[in-house]
């Protein structure tokens, strides 16, 4: 028995379910968790240590974020926790969770479409999968603006039913 058992009872599964109940600031029915950011929990003795990747600098809300994962950690009775951000391999939106996906698409936010159809180089500007309208769900629509709400978002129209909405860009 030593100082640890206390710490020790605590699973990183179990960490890693009260991390989804922290949101992402600018989209809040996507938790950190659904985010992809978060790369490790981890146990240094007494103290959790979560290792954060952050998303693009267009969305700077790390500090908000690391908070928010304390104060919640903090809740559930861990005294001490660390955050710690890992920058390589840099997040891309291929780490969103199909949770996330879905959650997006709740919202009213088209997902990223995946990176990979991007690098595959023969995809690469030649053939460019539409974005799908997340009301309606049709392959007819626009981008408006590079730039939608925030800049790691786009802005689109749906040609079918007119409605504009924003597509996270794929990163
Ligand atoms: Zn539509």
New binding site residues.
């Given amino acids: 028995m030593n100082a640890d058992v206390a710490t020790d009872s605590v699973s990183v599964q179990q960490v890693m379910q009260w991390l989804a109940l922290v949101p992402d600031p600018e989209i809040p029915v996507l938790s950190v968790v659904d985010l992809g950011i978060i790369r490790e929990v981890s146990w240094d003795g007494a103290t959790c240590v979560v290792t954060i990747t952050p998303t693009y600098s267009g969305c700077p809300a790390m500090q908000e974020i690391s908070a928010h994962v304390v104060d919640t950690l903090r809740q559930k009775g861990l005294a001490s926790v660390r955050i710690q951000t890992r920058l390589s391999p840099a997040w891309t939106t291929d780490w969103l969770t199909p949770a996330g996906h879905a959650a997006l698409k709740r919202y009213g936010i088209a997902p990223p479409k995946e990176k990979a159809i991007d690098i595959s180089g023969l995809a690469r500007g030649v053939h460019r999968a539409p974005v799908q ?6 392959d ?2 626009r981008l408006v603006s590079q730039f939608g709400s925030t800049s790691c978002k786009a802005l689109y129209r ?6 504009p ?1 924003d597509y996270f860009k794929a990163h």
């Fill in positions: 309208c997340p009301r309606c769900g049709s007819a629509t749906c040609s079918h039913c007119g409605e909405f």
